[in-house]
């Protein structure tokens, strides 16, 4: 961060994401760690924050969603439905970085019934 007008849009941002409404959003690390959810994404896999934040991405889906995390790990942008327990649920992954390392931000959504 350069100055004080850039520290600004980053706590901006970062208040925007904890605080978004049906949209759950989760930082993950190139080993699939989850280092960061909102509550929202809590309440999407129906765990804790510290539940959640001591899995892997994928240990609540089946094949612990190998072909999608490669699929995000050779192209970078990542955008599907997957099934789960509650309903279908769309998402976008792609790589980000935190204090200049590399990690991935998955933000997904329920999918509306048709």
Not at 6 to 19: K, N, P, T, W, Y
Not at 69 to 86: L, W
Not at 93 to 111: F, I, Q
Request: proline share 4%; aromatic share 8%; charged share 25%.
């Amino acid at each position: 961060m350069s100055n004080a007008f850039d520290v600004a849009q980053l706590a901006l941002l970062g208040e925007a994401v904890e605080c978004l409404e049906d949209v759950a959003v989760f930082v993950w690390d190139e080993d699939r760690n989850y280092v960061a959810a909102n509550q929202p994404a809590c309440e999407l896999v129906g765990k804790t924050r510290a539940e959640l934040l001591g899995m892997k991405v994928g240990d609540l889906s089946r094949d612990r969603a190998s072909p999608l995390f490669e699929e995000v790990q050779r192209r970078g942008i990542h955008t599907g439905t997957i099934d789960t327990p509650s309903g279908e649920v769309e998402f976008l992954t792609c790589r980000s970085k935190v204090a200049g390392l590399p990690y991935m931000v998955s933000v997904c959504w329920r999918r509306d019934p048709a």
